[in-house]
């Protein structure tokens, strides 16, 4: 079986290879990119991206769409229907103000409560898990007794708690908010932490001599960002949803501001009378809801390492 | 001989562990129970045994990857026993791993560049980056990857090409001693070969030193020079290749030679095969005396009572240092 | 000899996001019972997915066209009440990871006896003392204690043999084992052929071995199939196989082996490239881009197969010359000698 002659092997590794050899340096696909791809072919995601940002762009430019100020009492229309004519597209409340204007200042403040306390969660838990899950051992178990322990307190005891003691200020809807969604990502992280910590390319950072920060911030959060941010995604509306719940409860942000919640709850009260007032910011939140929903599945799918 | 660049002295890995479900009792794990050896310059030593031998705790601990428990290990003429993390940092340069997962042991999110090229950041950080890139692109070329694929990401490569990265990045600092942990046992027949031909080329062009840890014994023989059969921790046999082949000593080595099957349907048809009974005991509750003696087909009340030493065989027929660790050997090997 | 196992014209598609792809295409064999047969191929060759289209097995997305007679049934055409029927009773397949078909929560015994409870209709005394009895036929110590065991308290040689038993139960006609002793060591990889060698000698029992490793086919089969990218490129008996290799790849195979009896002083045969994506096979012959002797007949044409004698068939464009240089070489080995 003399018959193939032996070929130099370096050739062989490249023959494969060689179809359009020329010297020009191939640009590689990313799994960043890849993700980025198969995130585009999910319609739902594309979808609600794109309402999202309409709703974020009208929430910003609110003052400008609309000729009413959100605060101004206009005492010839108190609790009028949507009216065209006059301007006041959604109506207005029964204090007489344009509830269009109220419902994107309501964004504004609902949106702002989901970012701010999510970045809160994000930079504390990934910071704590990262930490946590790298260490082990002893470290490891004492930090995630602590989570456990503020896992097991009363959330709402411990938000009315503090709105007792410093006053209703939406600066504490942020910090409690942020308090208590960190846990969840700190576990998250850390489990991923775990995970790749026993992965061969780590040991093999160490057998090159790497320090252990570069082997944390070089080769661990990186490859673990994926599900921190589909869960960051899906963290924003539920802190959304909370806020409102806060609000309807009468603890969230005060008059004249308002969010979403404190529409929702002032139109529940008049939802036979002035159906108008529940339905737009009702509306508005729930499809908020869906969008953040659809985009962290679609991030899920699109950042699933199964999939290749 | 000249002076051994690695030399392992009664290296001893052992491992506490938790046995029982609701009260745990803790118990020893001995992935390795005192191996000794010496690693020459360009020598491939290769490491074999069945999973669980401790095969791969001894390259780690070899490494000084992990810590043992006993024992030395002598890095040129230097005890780097117990070294902490730090004063073991510049020592990595001379020593490298390859792993047995090509596609596992390169990170996912850097580019083929930017992961040969970290060994020789991190040692070296105040080479430009031109030049880091030139070393990196010359590196691939040595491996048989061609150099225009440097900004790639290792899953646009298959199995085969993924462990001719983790061997350039292993490679880029010239080292002395390469660990290579099973590095072919997850590829394609038809790619192994490629990998051990590479791996051979590279220990001529760089006299590198290889301790190759494999199970599978048709591939040691190829590339070694001199092979360390290991059982639950314990060396059985070490000795040239030829010699462990063509006359093995110990029952184990026996067996295990014989188990392999020979791509030959002839020779296979009238192959005397030794199948051993049972299964590889527990490393936490090894057997007493000989390791091996539950599975031997030799064992007698010595054997349980006593550990046999490895000893160097002296009779004129013997060639080279034959180290057996087997009561009954002389016994045994008179019979037939 | 009658004929056990009959596949024509078989064929497997996954539908895939990135387009159809063929696992498997046009495959032809037959099997005699009490014979064993060989399956050779890397990774991605297609070589399993054959076997799980004859089960029935196959992923969601997949189809399958041709035909899989097995006792005279159309395999590929039952409905699932029927082939429920033949799985598992006259038809058996052990996989490579044995915890793949083992149920982790259920002891060994029940899973036992519920076959024979279900197929056989036996009383449940009756089958736990066959399923004893199969495990002792495996190889397992202490059968009548360990039935009771759940699989992971046992270890993976073990676990292996309990598959083994399982799918022995019922006495098939044909055992279907993919890459069996893959994941042992080879002491225990040497146990389980044994074993295997034996139930085909004592029980008359035919068997399929897919697998990668040559050396063990050498051992066990009588007819091999070699397969790469998704199409048999050679198929013959193991002497035919092993001592007059006629495709390329298999030539290649064979000696990139590194062989335990071999000549060791050299570099080891390396067949050159990597094996082929079935997703972008490349035009003509699938191997061409790694071959010798590729032609542009080679790079254009899918070569058919050419058939010698009933069992023996090569895919190559450029056999003839392959046949003749075979010869060639076998003469000069003789002046040689």
């Not at chain 1, 999510?118 to 990262?130: D, F, K, P, Q, R």
């Not at chain 1, 600066?171 to 995970?195: D, P, S, Y």
């Not at chain 1, 959060?221 to 806060?246: A, D, K, R």
């Not at chain 3, 495990?135 to 270890?155: D, N, Q, T, W």
């Amino acid at each position: 079986m003399s018959l193939l002659a032996k070929p130099n092997d370096r050739m062989a590794a490249v023959l494969d290879q060689q179809q359009n050899v020329d010297m020009e340096e191939v640009a590689g696909r990313s799994l960043w990119q890849d993700a980025r791809i198969r995130l585009m072919r999910n319609k739902a995601a594309v979808v609600s991206m794109v309402i999202l940002a309409m709703i974020t762009m009208m929430a910003i430019f609110a003052p400008w769409l609309s000729s009413h100020p959100f605060d101004e009492v206009y005492w010839d229309f108190i609790q009028v229907a949507p009216n065209v004519a006059e301007g006041f597209w959604f109506g207005t409340d029964e204090n007489g103000r344009d509830l269009f204007v109220r419902t994107l200042y309501g964004a504004r403040v609902s949106l702002m409560v989901g970012l701010v306390a999510t970045t809160v969660s994000l930079i504390i838990g990934v910071t704590y898990g990262a930490f946590a899950g790298y260490m082990g051992g002893r470290v490891d178990n004492l930090m995630m007794r602590f989570v456990d322990i503020l896992y097991s307190l009363p959330f709402m005891f411990f938000v009315i708690i503090l709105m007792v003691i410093f006053g209703r200020h939406i600066f504490l809807i942020f910090v409690a908010l942020g308090a208590v969604e960190w846990l969840t990502m700190a576990r998250i992280v850390r489990g991923q932490t775990m995970a790749i910590k026993k992965k061969e390319f780590i040991e093999a950072a160490h057998a090159s001599g790497v320090s252990t920060a570069r082997i944390i911030f070089r080769h661990i959060v990186p490859n673990i960002l994926g599900p921190v941010i589909v869960y960051m995604t899906l963290t924003i509306p539920q802190v959304i949803l909370t806020e409102s719940f806060l609000s309807f409860l009468g603890l969230g942000v005060q008059e004249p501001l308002t969010s979403w919640g404190v529409l929702i709850s002032e139109g529940a009260k008049v939802m036979e009378s002035a159906p108008w007032m529940l339905a737009f910011p009702a509306t508005f939140l729930a499809v908020t809801l869906f969008c953040f929903n659809f985009i962290g599945d679609g991030l899920r799918d699109a950042l699933d390492p199964k999939d290749r | 001989m000249s002076e051994p660049i690695l030399k392992v002295d009664d290296l001893k890995v052992h491992f506490p562990v938790d046995v029982g479900t609701f009260f745990s009792k803790k118990a020893t794990l001995k992935a390795v129970d005192g191996v000794s050896f010496e690693l020459h310059e360009g020598e491939t030593l290769s490491v074999v045994g069945e999973s669980g031998c401790g095969k791969s705790t001894l390259g780690r601990a070899v490494l000084q990857l992990l810590h043992n428990t006993e024992g030395q290990v002598v890095w040129m003429g230097e005890n780097i026993t117990g070294y902490p993390v730090k004063a073991m940092r510049p020592l990595r340069s001379e020593m490298q791993i390859i792993f047995q997962d090509p596609l596992a042991s390169l990170d996912p999110r850097m580019t083929i560049g930017e992961i040969i090229a970290e060994p020789l950041v991190t040692h070296n950080p105040e080479i430009p980056k031109d030049q880091v890139k030139a070393r990196v692109r010359e590196m691939m070329d040595i491996v048989g990857l061609l150099p225009r694929m440097i900004n790639r990401y290792p899953h646009e490569f298959s199995g085969g090409q993924c462990q001719r990265i983790g061997i350039a990045r292993a490679m880029i600092l010239r080292p002395k001693v390469i660990v290579c942990d099973e590095p072919v046992s997850a590829l394609d027949v038809s790619i192994q070969a490629q990998i051990i031909n590479l791996l051979g080329e590279l220990q001529e062009t760089f006299g590198l030193s290889l301790l190759f840890i494999s199970h599978d014994l048709s591939i040691v023989r190829h590339i070694s020079h001199r092979v360390m059969v290991l059982y639950l921790g314990n060396v059985m046999e070490l000795a040239e290749k030829d010699a462990l082949y063509n006359a093995p000593r110990h029952p184990y080595t026996q067996a295990l030679i014989s188990a392999v099957p020979v791509p030959d349907p002839d020779k296979e048809a009238h192959k005397k095969r030794i199948v051993l009974k049972g299964d590889l005991p527990s490393p936490i509750n090894p057997p007493s005396g000989c390791v091996f003696r539950t599975r031997c087909l030799y064992a007698d009340h010595q054997c349980e009572q006593e550990k046999p030493p490895l000893t160097t065989l002296n009779e004129p027929t013997a060639k080279g240092n034959h180290q057996v660790a087997c009561h009954k050997q002389a016994e045994i090997n008179s019979l037939d | 000899m009658s004929i056990i196992l009959d596949v024509q014209n078989l064929n497997t598609r996954f539908d895939t996001p990135e387009g159809e792809v063929s696992a498997a295409n046009n495959i032809n064999f037959t099997l005699k019972k009490g014979q064993s047969l060989g399956v050779v191929g890397e990774s991605g060759s297609g070589k399993t997915q054959i076997f799980m289209a004859i089960m029935g097995l196959l992923a969601k997305n997949g189809r399958t066209s041709g035909q899989a007679i097995f006792k005279g049934q159309n395999l590929l055409e039952l409905p699932v009440a029927e082939l429920n029927k033949v799985r598992g009773v006259s038809l058996s397949m052990i996989f490579q990871d044995p915890m793949t078909s083992l149920n982790p929560y259920l002891k060994v015994s029940r899973q036992m006896t519920e076959v024979l409870i279900e197929h056989r209709s036996m009383g449940k005394k009756e089958a736990l003392e066959r399923s004893i009895r199969m495990l002792e036929l495996v190889g397992i110590p202490e059968a009548r204690k360990r039935v009771h065991m759940y699989p992971h308290e046992f270890s993976g040689g073990m676990r292996q043999r309990v598959m083994i038993a399982i799918a022995l139960l019922c006495e098939p006609d044909l055992l279907i084992a993919d890459e069996p002793t893959t994941a042992l060591d080879v002491t225990i990889q040497a146990q389980i052929l044994d074993l295997l060698h034996n139930l085909k000698e004592e029980m008359g029992m035919s068997i399929v071995m897919i697998t990668h490793d040559l050396g063990v086919i050498a051992g066990m089969c009588d007819q091999v199939i070699v397969m790469y990218g998704g199409r048999v490129v050679e198929t013959g008996t193991v002497h035919e196989i092993f001592n007059d290799a006629r495709h390329p790849y298999t030539q290649g195979l064979l000696q990139s082996m590194p062989r335990i009896d071999g000549d060791h002083s050299e570099d080891l045969y390396a067949i050159p490239g990597q094996p082929p994506n079935l997703q972008a096979l490349p035009s003509g012959c699938a191997f061409q881009p790694r071959c010798q002797l590729a032609s542009d007949q080679c790079r254009r044409e899918q070569p058919g197969s050419i058939t010698f004698v009933s069992e023996r068939s090569v895919a190559c464009h450029r056999v003839t010359e392959i046949i003749e240089l075979n010869q060639e070489e076998t003469v000069n080995r003789e002046v040689a000698l």
